[in-house]
């Protein structure tokens, strides 16, 4: 498809004026522009596909068995990566003795689950959840249970006023009491206050001895789609994120219907009371009388995952580095279906392998790095963006000094906007925190890549959240300076048929190169980053 230069004109100023808090539209580069074929250029010519289709083959190969964290094939992954970096001498961090960074999991999941109410048994995510890196072990047999209304204890209310609830478990409504008007009683308006939240509802029952919280719930169902990869497969937490237990509550959310199923025709009291707290704002506790046995016994191990990082030290602004991340890791094997993950994400491992054995070449042949190129292979991304969560709130280098961070996922395929498309990237996020970063990206797009740059999904508004998704997030979140490049969604994401022979070579070489361009000129500039005005 061609597009006319005065297209081009015309959305690169829809572009720099369009409407929205952040750039969302398609910038089309002139298609006649040449490359300015300086040794910038020239170096970035040396990434060709063959050496992206050589690691990519092996990463995406049964061999790795999936790259799921916590697994041997993970293991031989990572182990591969660094293989290769030791194979070209790429440096490492000097404080490191290896190209790893170790970092320190645990698996939580649920061994065994009973929860029955007068004989009768009910099922784990489908009549009530508990999530298991939320709670210990849970056990209650008791005779009753104490409906102790929402579960807040502040000044102008207070559930806990009159009632004794040490060593007993409650029951309570999820939210806070409204009046007839819509006015919260607690704020006082149509705003929810902070007890809305279960985590300041857990910090009163601690006080007051409360063995476990059971939570009514009207929106189950969403609560079960919120943590579906918690209920059906082992959930991983970074050691330092555990919860300590002994200062918290065990909680087990309820659907409304089982609370009609397990309460029966004493339910008429329960809606009574909710009713007479919603009408006057006072509360209103009920003890229950009914037997209650829960036996819910977690499994727990420990994982070690570890990123892969190499390092190359600048010159005269040595102290200010330049990150480039992307992950290795996937989501594994099912049974003997192996998820191989090529575009997701070998396509940015490769990348990312690719542009560090450029770098090296460049620097033996006599060039000079002005900053410090930190790259860096991340692990538990697929686990909730877990090894760039990890690193930056135990940074090797300063974060203050970081001046950006570079994230590459999945741009070795095109999605069904772009099947036609050779030379083309989503880019999300480069405005963010720094228009300036936007601005140069542009810049070396125009002088030397001349790729169709869509920032469609940098939309504030944008449904799928992508700037959210991916290891950039984590640096964005500490006042990084963060840009996000990425091909879009196929049909093969997550599948057993993401694989090696469907990487769009010629496309994803473009992407790899422009991404060695950016990078030089990231480390090599005269000024550091501006970041745009605090709101």
Not at 188 to 197: A, Y
Request: charged share 25%; glycine share 6%; aromatic share 12%.
């Amino acid at each position: 498809m061609k597009f006319s230069f005065f297209l081009s004109l015309s959305l690169s100023f829809g572009l720099l004026f369009g409407q929205g808090k952040y750039v969302h539209e398609i910038h089309i580069p002139n298609q006649f522009a040449k490359s300015v074929m300086d040794s910038a250029y020239s170096l970035s010519m040396s990434i060709d596909s063959f050496e992206l289709k050589r690691v990519l083959q092996y990463l995406s190969s049964d061999s790795c068995m999936g790259r799921e964290l916590g697994t041997l094939g993970n293991d031989i992954a990572s182990d591969y990566i660094a293989s290769e970096y030791e194979k070209n001498k790429i440096p490492k961090v000097p404080s490191l003795n290896s190209y790893f960074q170790d970092v320190n999991f645990s698996w939580h999941s649920w061994k065994s689950t009973s929860f029955t109410v007068d004989g009768f048994d009910y099922r784990q995510i489908w009549d009530y959840i508990s999530i298991p890196e939320s709670s210990s072990d849970i056990k209650i047999n008791t005779d009753s249970l104490i409906f102790l209304g929402y579960g807040i204890e502040h000044p102008g209310y207070n559930d806990y006023s009159g009632v004794d609830v040490r060593g007993k478990t409650i029951l309570i409504y999820n939210g806070e009491p409204r009046n007839k008007r819509g006015n919260y009683y607690i704020s006082g308006t149509e705003e929810v206050s902070e007890w809305s939240k279960i985590d300041r509802k857990v910090k009163s029952a601690l006080k007051h001895g409360v063995h476990c919280i059971i939570i009514i719930e009207e929106n189950f169902k969403k609560l079960g789609e919120q943590y579906r990869s918690s209920l059906y497969s082992p959930v991983v937490v970074l050691q330092r994120d555990e919860i300590d237990f002994s200062k918290s509550v065990n909680q087990i959310h309820l659907s409304s219907t089982m609370v009609s199923k397990m309460l029966g025709k004493k339910q008429k009291k329960l809606i009574a009371a909710r009713e007479k707290i919603n009408k006057t704002g006072k509360p209103k506790s009920i003890l229950f009388p009914l037997k209650l046995e829960v036996n819910l016994i977690k499994e727990k191990s420990q994982v070690r995952g570890r990123n892969i990082l190499a390092y190359f030290e600048g010159t005269d602004k040595k102290d200010e580095l330049v990150i480039l991340t992307a992950h290795y890791d996937h989501i594994g094997m099912r049974g003997q279906d192996v998820f191989n993950g090529a575009d997701d994400n070998g396509s940015g491992s490769s990348a990312l392998v690719q542009i560090s054995k450029t770098l090296k070449a460049a620097i033996d042949s006599g060039y000079r790095l002005r900053r410090s190129i930190l790259v860096m292979h991340v692990t538990g991304e697929e686990k909730g963006l877990l090894g760039s969560m990890y690193y930056v709130n135990s940074p090797i280098f300063p974060l203050d000094k970081t001046m950006v961070n570079i994230n590459v996922d999945m741009i070795g395929r095109s999605d069904s906007k772009y099947q036609n498309t050779k030379k083309y990237s989503y880019v999300i996020g480069s405005d963010r925190l720094s228009k300036d970063l936007h601005q140069f990206n542009e810049s070396i797009n125009s002088r030397y890549s001349h790729l169709l740059l869509d920032y469609t999904y940098n939309a504030e508004d944008d449904p799928n959240r992508f700037y959210y998704r991916s290891d950039h997030y984590n640096f964005a979140e500490k006042g990084i300076p963060s840009i996000f490049f990425f091909s879009g969604i196929h049909e093969d994401y997550h599948r057993i048929t993401d694989d090696e022979f469907k990487i769009k070579y010629e496309k994803y070489t473009y992407i790899v190169r422009h991404l060695f361009l950016l990078t030089w000129g990231l480390a090599n500039r005269e000024a550091s980053l501006t970041l745009n005005p605090k709101e």
